[in-house]
């Protein structure tokens, strides 16, 4: 019980950060949304008189290079290893799972989109 809880937690986690894996208008209007919010969070903290937070700041900061570092850090290897997990593969399928499609697709982005 206890693995399969971890199982889940994972899941729930590859679901979260799928973003990337989306059609390209989907996400790059996210990724946008997202960088508005770390922008605004370095906004308050130079308001503040602090330097602002890694990726929060307008001036340094560009949304490719930061989608290139989250895609190729976090999500395709997430993915990769996910698409490794024969028991999240469905059942009349058991050479492949969605992860290994959702790997595929991040790194397409990560090679295409973002350079």
Not at 4 to 11: D, G, I
Not at 72 to 99: C, H, Q
Request: hydrophobic share 45%.
């Amino acid at each position: 019980e206890e693995r399969m809880l971890f199982v889940a937690a994972v899941v729930l986690h590859a679901a979260d950060i799928s973003n990337p894996v989306r059609g390209a208008t989907a996400s790059m209007a996210w990724a946008r949304r997202i960088m508005e919010e770390f922008f605004h969070q370095g906004d308050l903290e130079k308001g503040a008189g602090h330097a602002p937070s890694p990726m929060c700041d307008r001036a340094e900061t560009s949304l490719s290079s930061v989608q290139r570092n989250f895609i190729g850090t976090i999500v395709a290897p997430l993915y990769e290893a996910m698409g490794e997990l024969p028991f999240l593969a469905p059942p009349d399928r058991k050479e492949s799972n969605v992860f290994k499609v959702m790997h595929a697709r991040a790194v397409e982005k990560l090679e295409t989109l973002y350079t």
